[in-house]
């Protein structure tokens, strides 16, 4: 391999058919009279433009569909060309340099073009030059090498995460891993399960209790996750009734009344709910709202007045003090149920983290923009993840993203994109350069990731996902199912 061209942080190098090279790779450029290395990274594999190369293969293809004898190559030269015709020309990103052994990610030289060897740098290599060591490992699955790779949950801890790919690229199996990694380091993990799909990570694939069994708790809103009224907080209350229920403003003043006179009556009930909105001195509009709110919150079956039936999330995180997932699974609940849902479970998770209840959160949501209301995707990125709740995103429609968490995202797993409209919105995370994303991630086969950000310190490494011996849930519903 020979170094060809530099431009900006771009460098182009020439590589013979026979040097195996591929995308995503590392190649450290050394320059023995510095005695410096540039560390850089393979982003896409061409044919190198050597000048005639056209003329060259025109005229073969002519003479080849002409003559059909024996090719005539007193010189011997035909393998030497066609070895021109064949090299390739790699286009690396400069992502640091290596001075005395250690490594820095500035980049302000130029290695020699006639003297520097270029090498390639395996992951493993590069993972401990880079110090990306893991105290807290959680094991994602294989470098190109064949060798284990981890991330430290530390990396995660007080971030903001986004897993995303095209569909059935593996997102919800890497947000598995990772859930079942933090639980082991001992995390509180809260999952919006929008398919249903992680209530059974206590169970292996052969039906069996795992070793997470008992951390997993699976909660249906309406079903086993279930309150009194006096275990909500009015400010929640109000929040469902604004946001996902679209109550106006004077009748939720109105129903701020009705909440405060019967606490002060101390008969918060449900049946007490509806008996004072039906007699309520007020406007009969407002009292129509009123109504037709009462009755939404009781069909989802979300209160009860019975305090033996409550089962709120409280108590469900004094099960998991020492490490675990609450999987509040949002599966089969039609749109407003679940809006009411995922209101209580921030609302709630707030009030806890404020009163240091429980220390910090990681919350994983699928699909977000399904029940994420507008104004709660700005307070994820900055007032709730100042209050301890650590967000991951996961998605296969990069667009229903706002671009400011792209910006903000300090981790970014990203599956195969093939969408070029899909590739241009993932490329705008901050965390690496727009080329790269695109480049690598049009090219990654299904459950491939490309790790970019804080967990490889800026490194973007590609890594193959591990299998994962959990029950599968959320397989799609098929019509012709497969005849064996
Ligand atoms: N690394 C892996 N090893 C083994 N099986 C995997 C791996 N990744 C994914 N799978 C399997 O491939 C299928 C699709 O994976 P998954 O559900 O994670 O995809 P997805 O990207 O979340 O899809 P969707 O966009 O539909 O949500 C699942 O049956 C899953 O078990
Ligand atoms: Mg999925």
Not at 3 to 8: A, C, F, P
Not at 220 to 243: A, E, F, S, W
Not at 300 to 313: I, W
Not at 449 to 475: E, S
């Amino acid at each position: 391999m020979r170094l060809y061209r530099k431009e900006g942080n771009t460098v182009q190098i020439l590589a013979l058919p026979t040097e195996n090279v591929e995308k995503g790779e590392y190649l450290l450029i050394e320059d023995p009279a510095t005695r410096r290395s540039l560390i850089t990274q393979v982003i896409d594999v061409q044919f190198a433009n050597v000048p005639g190369i056209l003329e060259e293969l025109l005229r073969n293809s002519t003479t080849n569909d002409l003559v059909h004898e024996e090719s005539f190559d007193p010189l011997g030269v035909i393998s030497h060309v066609a070895y021109i015709q064949d090299s390739r020309l790699l286009v690396c990103k400069i992502r640091g340099t290596m001075e005395d052994g250690k490594l820095r990610v500035t980049a302000s030289w130029l290695p020699s073009r006639s003297q520097s060897t270029i090498k390639k740098l395996p992951t493993t290599s590069l993972l401990t030059l880079a110090k990306i060591s893991a105290d807290l490992p959680i094991q994602l699955g294989e470098t190109r090498e064949l060798s284990q790779f981890n991330i430290d949950a530390q990396t995660l801890d007080g971030r903001l995460n986004i897993v995303t790919g095209k569909k059935e690229t593996g997102k919800s199996h890497l947000s598995k891993l990772l859930v079942m990694g933090l639980i082991d380091h001992g995390a509180m993990v809260v999952v919006l399960d929008l398919n249903g799909e992680y209530t059974h990570l206590g169970f292996s694939s052969n039906g069996e209790k795992n070793e997470h069994f008992s951390k997993i708790q699976a909660l249906t809103p309406g079903d086993n996750l279930k309150m009194t009224l006096p275990q909500m907080k009015l400010r929640v209350m109000l929040d469902i009734l604004i946001h996902a229920l679209h109550l106006p403003g004077t009748s939720a003043r109105e129903f701020r009344r009705i909440w405060r006179f019967l606490q002060e009556q101390g008969t918060l009930t449900l049946h007490e709910l509806g008996e004072t909105i039906k007699n309520w001195k007020c406007n009969t509009h407002v009292r129509d709202a009123l109504f037709s709110r009462y009755y939404s919150l009781l069909n989802s079956r979300f209160f009860t007045d019975n305090p033996a039936d409550a089962n709120g999330l409280e108590e469900n995180f004094r099960k998991i003090r020492n490490g675990g997932a609450l999987v509040i699974n949002l599966h089969d609940i039609s749109l407003v149920d679940r809006q009411v849902a995922v209101e209580y479970v921030l609302g709630k998770l707030v009030e806890m983290l404020t009163q240091w209840k429980i220390k910090a959160v990681f919350l994983f949501a699928e699909e977000a923009h399904l029940y994420l209301r507008e104004t709660y995707w700005d307070d994820i990125v900055t007032r709730m993840r100042h209050f301890g709740v650590f967000t991951t995103f996961v998605t296969n429609q990069p667009n229903t993203i706002r671009e400011n968490i792209y910006r903000q995202a300090d981790n970014v797993f990203l599956f195969n994109f093939t969408n070029e409209h899909d590739l241009e919105v993932v490329s705008r995370a901050a965390k690496v350069d727009a080329e790269t994303v695109k480049s690598v991630a049009r090219d990654l086969p299904p459950r491939h990731c490309l790790v970019l950000g804080r967990a490889v310190k800026d490194f973007p490494v590609v890594v193959r996902v591990k299998a994962l011996d959990v029950q599968a849930m959320g397989h799609t519903r098929l019509f012709f199912t497969e005849k064996n």
